[in-house]
């Protein structure tokens, strides 16, 4: 049996986190580590390793809880990053599928 990882200690408040948003299927929480004024993880609650495995389903639910986090952060126009790593040549550093939301500070380009 796999073990509860940190992301649903989160969800189940087992760690404190500071919520930005949730419904009862996704959250979003600053990130403990912060690159840019605003950082944000945005999770489904239920585990699902990385993007290799999500559904169109879940990515369209997803897609949309993204958008309420981008209008409630008041990024939408002025612009946001928004990451996820997959496996461990990927950067992956927590095996549960989370985007990363970077916002309020210009962002370099890495690819040219």
Same mark, same amino acid.
């Given at each position: ?6 992301f649903e200690?989160?969800?189940?408040? !087992?760690?404190p986190s500071?919520i930005?948003? !949730?419904?009862? *299927?996704f959250? /979003?929480?600053?990130?403990?580590? @912060?690159?840019a004024?605003? $950082?944000?993880?945005?999770i @489904?609650?239920?585990?699902v %390793?990385?993007f290799?495995?999500?559904d169109g389903?879940l990515?369209? %639910? ?8 981008v +209008?409630k952060?008041?990024v939408? *126009? ?7 790593n997959i496996? !461990? +040549?990927?950067?992956? !550093?927590? @095996? $549960?599928? $989370?985007? $990363?939301?970077l /916002? %309020?500070? %210009?962002? *370099?380009?890495?690819f040219?």
């Open positions: 049996m796999r073990e509860k990882g940190i200690k989160i969800v189940d408040r !087992e760690i500071t930005i948003l !949730e419904n009862d *299927e959250m /979003a929480f600053n990130d403990i580590a @912060p690159k004024p605003i $950082h944000v993880l945005i @489904p609650k239920k585990w %390793k990385d290799n495995g999500v389903i990515m369209g %639910k997803m897609s949309e809880f993204i958008l309420q986090v +209008d952060l008041g939408r *126009e002025s612009g946001y990053r928004l990451i996820t496996g !461990e +040549d990927g950067g992956q !550093e927590v @095996p $549960h599928l $989370h985007f $990363h939301l /916002a %309020k500070r %210009k962002l *370099e380009s890495h040219g």
